[in-house]
């Protein structure tokens, strides 16, 4: 029985030096916490306003947020971007690669990026673009018709027709190339915040 309390008093000791090993220690940091220094760490501070940010992002709930992957390896929530938003400042031209290639390359390259639009499952076209393409091309359709076929005029009706197929092929064109940037906006978007 008295081994019993011999080994319990070194056992008590040792917890009690721990013990008092730990307040002294909590004390101390308590001290250098209270006390203001002139130069905060700019890392602690950046990583208290990220971890306060962060919850109250998961307080928000974001479910319309897209988690994003930070640079020193963390992952952070991205909020969506606004409707209408410019994702990028506009490049001078000359300075962005795609206006450096030969002008069939870069159309053909266009081309393929339409094709591409009008195929994505992610990407939704423009109520402007989805009505006014098959308008535009109804459009030149009645044009042949009309001045062709219908009011066969001998000099003018073959002036108005071209006339008017060029000003909608123009429109057509100017609407496209509006929707290819819009959806290249959308892919660089995705590739930035990993969204697929």
Same mark, same amino acid.
């Given at each position: ?28 940091? @308590? ?107 109804? @459009?030149?359709?009645?044009? !042949? ?34 929707? @290819? ?7 660089? !978007? ?7």
């Amino acid at each position: 029985m008295s081994a019993t309390t011999d080994e319990a008093a070194p056992a008590a000791s040792e917890r009690e030096a721990a013990l008092e090993d730990r307040i002294r220690r909590l004390e101390a940091a @308590l001290a250098e916490r209270a006390a203001p220094t002139a130069a905060a760490d700019p890392d602690a501070v950046t990583d208290r306003v990220i971890a306060k940010l962060s919850a109250m992002a998961g307080a928000s709930g974001g479910a319309d947020r897209v988690l994003v992957l930070a640079s020193d390896g963390s992952q952070q929530l991205a909020p969506p971007p606004p409707q209408g938003a410019v994702l990028h400042p506009p490049v001078a031209p000359g300075t962005d690669p795609i206006y450096r290639r030969w002008f069939f390359t870069q159309l053909w390259a266009e081309v393929q990026l339409a094709f591409r639009m009008y195929f994505d499952p992610h990407y939704r076209l423009s109520r402007t673009t989805q009505f006014a393409i098959p308008g535009i091309l109804l @459009l030149l359709v009645f044009d !042949y018709f009309f001045f062709s076929v219908w009011v066969s005029i001998i000099f003018i009706s073959p002036v108005i027709e071209r006339v008017l197929a060029v000003l909608l092929g123009v429109l057509g064109y100017k609407l496209i190339v509006r929707e @290819l940037a819009r959806y290249r906006d959308v892919l660089e !978007y995705m590739a930035r915040y990993g969204v697929r």
